[in-house]
C-alpha cells in the first residue's frame, strides 16, 4: 500500500510539475514598453499623437515643420511634421510608367483608377514621393489652386524626378495635367507615416 501511494504521488507531482510548466510557455515573460496610449486598442505613433493632442496630461506634440527629406526623415516617425514644397501632376501612362503603383499592393493606375481605399482614412488620392517618405505616407495637401479644400493622399508611388520637397499628384485626364501645371508654395502635413 506504500508503494501505491508513492507512485501516485510521483505521478501526481510529475502532473503538477507539467502544468506549471505549461503555465510557464503560456505566461509572456518579456515585457514589451510601448510608449502608445491605447485608444480602443489601436497602437501607433499616429495613436499616440491623437492621445496627447487630447490629453492633456500628456504633454503635447506640435508639428515640426522640416525644410527637407533628411529632417523629415529624422522626426517624422516620431513627431507630426510639415513641410512646404512644390507639386507636379502624371498620368499612369506617362513616360516611364509601368501603370501600377510601386508601393505594395501595386495597384493598376492604367484604367483611370486614381484613387485608394485606406481602411482607416477612407478614399485617398494617390501620391508619388521622395523615398524618405514611406510608402502608405498619409498627407494632407493645402494650398493649391485647383481646390480650396484641403486633400488627403497617400504615397503608393516613386519617380526619377520626385526628389525632395516635390509631390506628383497622380490624375486620370491630360488635362488635369495642366490645371495642376507646377503649384509652388503647397503646404503638406504628414497625417500618418508608412503603413
Not at 510539475?17 to 496610449?37: E, H, P, R
Not at 525644410?67 to 501612362?93: H, L
Not at 520626385?162 to 509652388?184: C, T, Y
Amino acid at each position: 500500500m506504500k508503494k501505491f501511494y508513492q507512485v501516485i504521488i510521483a505521478r501526481s507531482l510529475g502532473v503538477l510539475g507539467f502544468f506549471c510548466f505549461l503555465l510557464f510557455l503560456a505566461s509572456d515573460t518579456t515585457k514589451n514598453s510601448n510608449i502608445v496610449s491605447n485608444i480602443n486598442g489601436v497602437k501607433s505613433i499616429e495613436a499616440y499623437h491623437i492621445v496627447t493632442k487630447y490629453d492633456k496630461r500628456q504633454k503635447e506634440l506640435e508639428v515640426v515643420a522640416v525644410n527637407n527629406m533628411m529632417e523629415a526623415r529624422q522626426f517624422g516617425p516620431e513627431v507630426p511634421i510639415s513641410f512646404t514644397g512644390q507639386m507636379t501632376a502624371y498620368k499612369a501612362t506617362c513616360v516611364g510608367c509601368t501603370g501600377k503603383v510601386s508601393c505594395p499592393p501595386r495597384q493598376d493606375v492604367r484604367n483611370n483608377n486614381i484613387y485608394f481605399e485606406d481602411n482607416e482614412y477612407g478614399t485617398l488620392r494617390i501620391l508619388a514621393a521622395d523615398p524618405a517618405l514611406p510608402c502608405g505616407t498619409i498627407i494632407k495637401i493645402s494650398n493649391v489652386s485647383f481646390s480650396s479644400e484641403p486633400i488627403l493622399g497617400i504615397v503608393l508611388d516613386r519617380g526619377g524626378l520626385i526628389k525632395g520637397n516635390i509631390i506628383d499628384f497622380l490624375v486620370s485626364e491630360a488635362n488635369d495635367m495642366n490645371v495642376i501645371g507646377r503649384q509652388r508654395e503647397v503646404q503638406y502635413e504628414v497625417v500618418r507615416w508608412g503603413w
